[in-house]
């Protein structure tokens, strides 16, 4: 208990939509310790989401308690730094103004803003890119600059929103080794929502699978895999189907909503 | 080459109306009072352009006399009372659309109002203003500041509820207090869509000020073109009305280019 990073306690959020109460996180119990990388792997609607808006500060638990390094959370903080999957980048703000934003907020003084912003160019490899305008660049470069802007913050704790999901099979790779790079560089906690298996099972040390609606915990899984890790492993493949049963589970019962809705309408 | 072509074929249509109005003119078939020729209007275009008196180094300096022509004085004083009225008008919208954009509560105690007040349009505050103001510049101005006001607000409100709600969340996250988040978030993530008002707002401000030169000023474009008819220079009158054209695409064109510069992040301009 005392080595954890973040603890989540007995968390319920319940949605009221069309009138109905929708229990999006039903108690939920979960401890994660300093420099761990936790996937939360689920369908869409097993409220994996949720529970990172929870994390963050932007939509708090309705019971429940959740702490960082033992202290309650009651609102955002640069100290749980999110990388949201629509990139999110500022289009009026240059690449180094976008990293440079969450700094000046601090009321670093300007040298050093400067010093920071070149380091973090260099790690993510954006330096060229420095004066242009995030419309100006592909997916994978406004993610490393998402990623650079979190950074920037110095905050112990990374919260990720499938950052990675709108990224094509090889800039995604290419962006999970990166990420795996500053991990083991920087010993961040990283807190990371994913519905790819394969994802999960090739960053993470834990996965932890949740189910649709109630959103519970159904498989809380150490990934004792050896890095860097081999997708083509006869152990990794092993993984990947056990987890993909357990998915398969929660998404028919996803499909099984949707279809019983579509008839209603 | 293929922008010669363009322009080429952009000049054709003016080109052949342009001749069809020297035929209609050279063959007599329209009375000369009613239409005159294009190079009539030509010819009177520059002798209202050229300054009245001969150059005297002794009255004014160069410049002075350049500009001492009717044309130019006419052209200037529409500028200024187009200049002067838009930044009244657009300078009050601003900050009361930023805080009806951002507060609820601002926006339910003005919007009834602003509902009512919008569609009357500029011109039918002609009497009052008059009764108000008098005659001359004080009234063009307060019918150009309205002219301006209403489009100015309606989109800085617009843009300012239509703040992609994602950039309020980083924002946050990044501990930015709610004077940033306004200065540095919603200010600049409405800067399109107020731009988008403040060039409606002019285009607005400049079709009112013909409007009021010919009812409360007695100088001005919109002056001058009334005062040819009575004396029956149609020429007169057209080439004002071109000169009217044409500073009006001037202003639109100084707006469009200010506002895709400043612009130059938004991506709704990318092709522009």
Known sequence: MSDSHISVQDVHKVFQSGGQDVHALKA??????????????????????????????FSLPSSGTITVDGLPITDPGPDRGMVFQEYALFPWMTVEQNIAFGLQIKGTAKPAIQAKVDELLELLHLADFRKRFPKDLSGGMRQRVAIARVLALDSPILLMDEPFGALDALTRRNLQDELLRLWTELRKTILFVTHSIEEALYLAD??????????????DLVIDL???????????????KDLGQLLMEEQSRLNQDEFRAAAVD | M???????????????????WQLLSSMGWVNATILPSPMRVLVKWWAYLRPLEAYDPAQMSHLKWVVSGELIQDAMGSLYRVLVGFFIGAGLALPLGLAMGYSKLVYGLFNPLIQVLRPIPPIAYIPLSILWFGLGNPPAIFLISIGAFFPVLMNTVTGVQNVDSIYLRVGRNLG???????????????TPYIFTGARIGMGTAFIVVIVSEMIAVNNGLGYRILEAREYLWSDKIIAGMFTIGLLGLGIDTLMSRLSSHLLKWHRGLEQA
């Open chain 2, 176 to 190: 930015a207090s709610r004077l940033t988040q306004f200065t540095r978030i919603i200010l600049p993530a409405a």
């Open chain 1, 28 to 57: 939920i119990n979960l401890e994660v310790k300093q420099g761990e990388f936790v996937c939360l792997l689920g369908p869409s609607g097993c409220g994996k989401s949720t529970l990172l808006n929870a994390v963050a500060g």
């Open chain 1, 206 to 219: 834990r996965t932890v699978v949740m189910t649709y609606r109630p959103g519970t915990i159904k498989r």
């Open chain 2, 2 to 20: 293929k922008s010669y072509r363009r322009a080429a074929s952009g000049i054709l249509v003016p080109l052949v109306a342009l001749a069809f």
């Open chain 1, 226 to 240: 050896p890095r860097p890790r081999d997708v083509a492993s006869p152990a990794f493949n092993a993984l990947k």
